[in-house]
């Protein structure tokens, strides 16, 4: 690992302390382009698409040019089994600095009603085990003195189980969900070398809807929002708007409350086949030390049973 210089250990430093704060500062890792990210913040989000294995991934630079910057990269995949039953796997990978190291593998069910003529209402759960861990092998904080803070002397290697649950309402055409990904609040650090302090997970709260408007036959206009809430630290808003051309090309803004503007695009490079790409302008004071963060997905439907070349099938726009 390379070495740090008191600068860089200062920034890094000032990043594990907000992990060592109790529930006063939001922890879960944040997505521009959650709307199609949306099974690791929600399991009962479902497609409801009988024989379609649908896979993603996404990853996350964030705050580039900040020394020990976090990385997020996740993974998922979920596919109903029957008409009411929808499984699915999300794998979350979270790094700050290479000192910190986050993984969370989930699996998640969810039950499907039909509501009315179009519309259903799943409730979802998740369960699963988070990986915690911290390097500091690396670390000078002073020169040629690796040891002259206590804290910093152990590393720290923890495994907690997690629990969380969603409801999730949608059409093709609209959807609304609301769901708490982590729902045990597990301590990550309680007495280290004589150094009593706590890091706990707070519940995060999210809730999320969009709907799709009709422009004309080849343009449709996606607007959409999450809001996030954790117990002392003020609420989180994402607001977006996409234009979706032909069913292929999209693009559009997002507005992150007090933090960031923005801009999204992704094409279809297939029926089966969607990449995309978001940028985001920071407008806090972190600009002065950041050139923003970047932020890439794919997404994959795999026709398990060959069912699309059988009936004309309506499009998903979530």
């Known amino acids: 690992m390379k070495t740090f210089n008191r600068y860089q250990t200062s920034v890094v430093a000032a990043i594990l302390l907000l992990f060592a704060l109790q529930a006063t500062a939001q922890q879960d890792p944040q997505f521009t382009q959650y709307m199609y990210n949306m099974s690791v913040i929600n399991p009962a989000y479902a497609t409801a698409d009988q024989?379609?294995?649908?896979?993603?991934?996404?990853?996350?630079?964030?705050?580039?040019?900040?020394e020990g910057a976090?990385?997020?990269?996740?993974?998922?995949?979920?596919?109903?089994?029957?008409?009411?039953?929808?499984?699915?796997?999300?794998?979350?990978?979270?790094?700050?600095?290479?000192?910190?190291?986050?993984?969370?593998?989930?699996?998640?069910?969810?039950?499907?009603?039909?509501?009315?003529?179009?519309?259903?209402?799943?409730?979802?759960?998740?369960?699963?085990?988070?990986?915690?861990?911290?390097d500091f092998s690396g670390f000078v904080l002073q020169s040629g003195d690796q040891n002259s803070?206590?804290?910093?002397?152990?590393?720290?290697?923890?495994?907690?189980?997690?629990?969380?649950?969603?409801?999730?309402?949608?059409?093709?055409?609209?959807?609304?969900?609301?769901?708490?990904?982590?729902?045990?609040?597990?301590?990550?650090?309680?007495?280290?070398?004589?150094?009593?302090?706590?890091?706990?997970?707070?519940?995060?709260?999210?809730?999320?809807?969009?709907?799709?408007?009709?422009?004309?036959?080849?343009?449709?206009?996606?607007?959409?929002?999450?809001?996030?809430?954790?117990?002392?630290?003020?609420?989180a808003l994402d607001?977006?708007?996409?234009?979706?051309?032909?069913?292929?090309?999209?693009a559009g803004l997002s507005y992150r409350l007090e933090d960031a503007i923005a801009a999204m695009v992704n094409f279809r490079v297939t029926p089966d086949l969607r990449i995309g790409y978001s940028y985001d302008y920071t407008t806090s004071n972190l600009s002065d030390f950041s050139s923003g963060s970047h932020e890439i997905f794919i997404l994959f439907d795999v026709d398990i049973f060959g069912l699309r070349g059988g009936y004309d099938r309506s499009p998903r726009f979530f």
């Open 239 to 250: 607001l977006n708007a996409n234009v979706l051309i032909n069913e292929k090309l999209e």
């Open 51 to 66: 024989g379609i294995l649908n896979i993603g991934g996404l990853y996350r630079s964030q705050w580039v040019g900040v």
């Open 149 to 235: 803070d206590i804290a910093f002397n152990e590393n720290i290697n923890q495994t907690f189980p997690n629990v969380g649950v969603g409801a999730f309402y949608f059409s093709d055409n609209y959807y609304i969900g609301l769901s708490a990904p982590n729902l045990l609040t597990t301590t990550h650090i309680e007495s280290e070398n004589g150094v009593k302090s706590t890091g706990v997970e707070a519940v995060h709260y999210f809730l999320t809807g969009g709907y799709v408007f009709d422009i004309n036959p080849n343009v449709k206009l996606k607007p959409s929002f999450m809001a996030k809430g954790v117990s002392g630290a003020p609420i």
């Open 70 to 134: 976090p990385e997020t990269g996740t993974f998922f995949a979920h596919t109903p089994v029957s008409e009411k039953i929808e499984l699915g796997i999300s794998f979350t990978n979270d790094n700050i600095g290479d000192v910190i190291k986050e993984n969370n593998i989930y699996a998640d069910f969810a039950y499907v009603l039909p509501v009315g003529l179009e519309s259903k209402l799943s409730f979802g759960v998740k369960a699963g085990l988070t990986f915690f861990n911290t």
